[in-house]
């Protein structure tokens, strides 16, 4: 089992950064990708980035550029950075972990932009 916690979530003024991490703890070696996905009210959950074992990323389109995904395989964290945030990236952002043939889910944190 892997068990994920996000934090860093909050409300934010359009233009403004916000700085989300997640800790994972648990049976994490063989953890294969993590990634952020994100779930706007009425919307389905849609993936933002990921990063695999060997530090490979993948963005959604409407967050190239914006957003940065890293990690710290020391202290078992991805960060997900988000900068020049929009109204339309208010959603509740979760960390997901992929690892053998299971995947993991944090319980989310909100991230609010206000226009």
């Known amino acids: 089992q892997v068990q994920l916690v996000e934090s860093g979530g909050g409300l934010v003024q359009a233009g403004g950064s916000l700085r989300l991490s997640c800790t994972a703890s648990?049976?994490?070696?063989?953890?294969?990708?993590m990634a952020w996905y994100r779930q706007a009210p009425g919307k389905q959950r849609e993936l933002v980035a990921l990063?695999?074992?060997?530090?490979?990323?993948n963005y959604a389109g409407a967050v190239e550029g914006r957003f940065t995904i890293s990690r710290d395989n020391a202290k078992n964290t991805v960060n997900l950075q988000m900068n020049s945030l929009k109204p339309e990236d208010t959603a509740v952002y979760y960390c997901?972990?992929?690892?053998?043939?299971?995947?993991?889910w944090g319980r989310g944190t909100q991230v609010t932009v206000s226009s």
């Open positions: 990063i695999t074992s060997a530090g490979n990323t």
């Open positions: 648990g049976t994490i070696s063989g953890i294969q990708r």
């Open positions: 997901n972990a992929f690892r053998g043939v299971s995947y993991y």
